[in-house]
C-alpha cells in the first residue's frame, strides 16, 4: 500500500509541474500575419486541452490519495470487489477492477 501511495504522490508532483508548463498564455502581440494568429491561437487551444487532461488525471490520482487515507483503496467502486494488485500496480488510481473496465470497453 505504502508503494502505490508513493507512486501516487509523485505522479502528482509530475502532473502540477506539467499543468504549470502547459498554463502559460502565450504573448499573441500584434501580428499582422493572420495565418500566424491562427497558428498561435491553434497551439493554444492544444495546450489548454493537455493541460485539462492532466488536471482529470489530477483529480483521479487526489481521488486514490483520499481513499487510501480513509481506508477504501482498492475497491471497485461499480461491483466493490477488490481492484487486483498487478492492476492498481499499472493504473494506481484505478476507480475499476479489471472486469468492470472490460464491461465499460
Do not use: W
Not at 483520499?66 to 471497485?76: D, L, P, R, V
Not at 484505478?94 to 468492470?100: I, M, T
Amino acid at each position: 500500500m505504502e508503494q502505490l501511495k508513493n507512486q501516487l504522490e509523485n505522479e502528482r508532483e509530475k502532473i502540477l509541474k506539467e499543468i504549470k508548463e502547459h498554463k502559460a498564455v502565450p504573448d499573441f502581440g500584434s501580428d499582422v500575419d493572420v495565418d500566424e494568429e491562427t497558428d498561435e491561437s491553434e497551439g493554444y487551444g492544444n495546450e489548454l486541452a493537455i493541460a485539462q487532461t492532466y488536471k482529470n488525471r489530477l483529480s483521479d490520482i487526489e481521488t486514490a490519495l483520499e481513499k487510501i487515507k480513509h481506508n477504501k483503496y482498492g475497491a471497485c467502486e461499480e461491483c466493490n470487489n477488490e481492484i487486483s494488485f498487478d492492476l492498481l500496480k499499472i493504473d494506481p488510481e484505478s476507480k475499476l477492477c479489471q472486469d468492470c473496465k472490460k464491461k465499460i470497453l
